[in-house]
């Protein structure tokens, strides 16, 4: 069973830490409560081995945290649940891998997302033409019915922006991203007005950082930032290589690519001037 990157054991493990000794109990206690050796205890809060979501529930139980949102944070931390208890990408989990899913997970709890872009429109933000174009050069010689369904996974993971508490999203776009003619000039025009219905959203806001800016920080590749409502302390940074994905948990980290996106911010058009830029290159193609 696959339990996701360590850095997702070692949150998971610490916030468990931290919740039984607000209730009062040492490990042994704790374990005496759910029926387990305390080794094990310790393994789970110090990060050194995984642990299933019902037994997530039982620790929870024994603590006495009534949170729904927090109990659904930290299942969703443990990884896939093995008692009937699914998320929808479950159903791909043969083909995702496990860095992927695992970033689908983190995408569908988190409260905010704030990222940068290089080369591409977020995969939040893509129509299904521009997706299929931009799956089928990251996967190259996947066959038709593999492309589906990454397509359809990408599709899926938008609902997050169509729910009642929809995610709130912040993308910084390099002008790259709309300059780049992805799938030809019908596709990307599609692409474009989807950029400026999407900017429409009182809980998304796009700005683009024109070729003008010149060297900025975000140069040496594209980041998310994962946030959790009220609990910072699970924040996390993601960077995407081609075969993998680095996960930084540390507060120092967190910290320099939060200042680094707020610089980017900083040196990008407006909301109000980025749409009229997305216009003006649609005009211009």
């Known amino acids: 069973m696959q339990y996701g990157p360590a850095v997702r054991r070692r949150k998971l493990g610490a916030e468990l830490r931290a919740l039984r000794a607000l209730a009062g109990l040492t490990s042994g206690e704790a374990a005496r409560l759910v029926g387990w050796h305390q080794s094990k205890v310790s393994r789970i809060e110090t990060g050194r081995s995984g642990v299933k979501p019902t037994d997530v529930r039982l620790l929870l139980d024994a603590y006495d945290v009534r949170d729904p949102e927090l109990h659904e944070l930290l299942v969703v931390l443990a990884g896939s649940d093995n008692d009937g208890r699914h998320h929808w990408w479950h159903a791909y989990r043969g083909l995702l891998p496990s860095t992927y899913s695992d970033f689908i997970s983190l995408e569908a709890q988190a409260g905010s997302m704030r990222t940068l872009e290089n080369s591409v429109v977020p995969g939040l933000l893509q129509t299904p033409e521009y997706a299929r174009e931009v799956t089928r050069a990251a996967v190259d010689g996947a066959h038709d019915g593999k492309v589906d369904a990454l397509v359809e996974v990408r599709l899926a993971r938008q609902e997050v922006l169509r729910s009642n508490k929809p995610l709130r999203l912040s993308a910084v776009l390099d002008e790259a991203v709309l300059r780049r003619t992805v799938g030809g000039p019908e596709v990307m ?25 010149g060297a900025h920080v975000g140069v040496t590749g594209p980041f998310v930032i994962f946030s959790f409502t009220n609990r910072s302390d699970l924040d996390v940074v993601v960077l995407d290589h081609l075969t993998s994905s680095l996960y930084l948990e540390q507060r120092e980290d967190l910290q320099s690519y939060e200042e680094a996106f707020n610089s980017l911010q900083g040196q990008a058009l407006s909301p109000a001037d980025t749409l009229d830029f997305i216009a003006g290159v649609a005009d211009g193609a």
């Open 189 to 213: 025009a599609r692409q474009l007005d989807r950029l400026r219905e999407a900017a429409q959203l009182p809980h998304v806001r796009i700005q683009v950082l024109p070729f003008g800016v």
